[in-house]
């Protein structure tokens, strides 16, 4: 079984972008229906922050194609502030305030933790135990909301679909077995995470699905990818898609999102590497453990 592939960039919002992947123009509010006809998802950025409101997403979800996928990226407040303790009540704000209005867009939900964060398995294991797995779920984990909620909360989805979620950690002790078993075991994948050099790289199949970042190929959120990186990138991306790089043989789903945007170079090599998908003849990856 072979897995879709999911590009696109980390934001679609930069006033860089403006005359450049943008044509000279076009008007702000038409930018995510523009991007959404060249990439096949984008990450939510703006979750991170702060919460966003239901008519956001539901605004988002109108702009774009019934077949486009959003990633969600969580709040700042449960990873870098409670650092996954105690979040019963912040998990209810975040998915009560209209994530569930995505429907079928909402795609996995991304949690982001500081370089600082070293790998603990109980707290890990039960924050991760506590996410919901499917929009119904989420639902029920989304009635825990407190008063920090400002806007009227959306409780139901539509349909009952499940609910991916991938972890972006950065510090080096994430990269033993203890970890992957942890992640493993929620079924929660652990983000290939290229921060130009500045913190592991973790290739280790944790879930049903690969979540990759590409922060920037030699300068972190500034430098764009050669062609060469591009095509090798394209070649590892196609082991996963086909199972021959899953330690199970079974083919994933890949998210991949460039978040190199300082000088505008992701929106291109989102393009570039989608293509690059698409043709069968780049070269294949090979990693250092292939030698």
């Known amino acids: 079984m072979t897995g879709r ?6 934001g679609w919002r930069y006033a860089g972008w403006r005359g450049d992947f943008y044509p000279k123009g076009l008007v702000q509010r038409r930018e995510l229906e523009y991007a959404a006809q060249r990439f096949d998802s984008v990450e939510i950025n703006g979750s991170f922050y702060s919460l966003q409101r239901p008519s956001s997403y539901r605004a988002w979800a109108e ?10 990226k969580g709040g700042r407040f449960i990873t870098h502030m409670l650092r996954l303790q105690n979040t019963d009540a912040a998990l209810g704000n ?9 429907g079928r867009r909402l795609g996995p939900v991304l949690w982001q933790l500081p370089a600082r964060d070293v790998f603990d398995s109980a707290r890990v294991d ?9 929009t119904r779920q ?5 009635r825990g909301h407190d008063e920090k909620l400002t806007v009227e909360p959306v409780l139901d989805a539509v349909e009952d679909l499940p609910i991916r979620h991938a972890l972006e950690a950065r510090h080096e002790s994430w990269a033993g077995d203890e970890a992957a078993a942890v992640l493993e ?20 199949i944790t879930g049903d699905h690969v979540y990759v970042r590409l922060h920037g190929d030699v300068e972190l959120y500034f430098s764009g990818y050669s062609d060469a ?18 330690p199970d043989g079974r083919g994933r789903d890949v998210y991949v999102y460039f978040d190199n945007d300082a000088r505008g170079f992701a929106p291109w090599d989102a393009m570039t590497l989608r293509r690059l998908l ?3 003849t780049a070269r294949p990856f090979y990693s250092p453990t292939d030698a």
Not at 94 to 102: R, T
Not at 185 to 204: E, F, K, T, Y
């Open 5 to 10: 592939a999911f590009i696109g960039t980390s």
């Open 63 to 72: 702009q774009t194609p019934d077949d486009f996928v959003f990633a969600v």
């Open 94 to 102: 975040f998915f009560a305030s209209g994530i569930l209005a995505l």
């Open 126 to 134: 039960d924050f991760l135990a506590r996410l919901p797995r499917s």
């Open 138 to 142: 989420a639902g029920v984990v989304a």
């Open 185 to 204: 075991r929620h079924g929660v994948a652990l983000v290939l995470s290229d921060g130009a050099g500045q913190w592991p790289m973790m290739r280790r």
């Open 229 to 246: 990186a591009l095509e090798t990138w394209a070649g590892e991306l196609r082991g996963y898609l086909d199972g021959t790089r899953c």
């Open 278 to 280: 698409e043709d069968r």
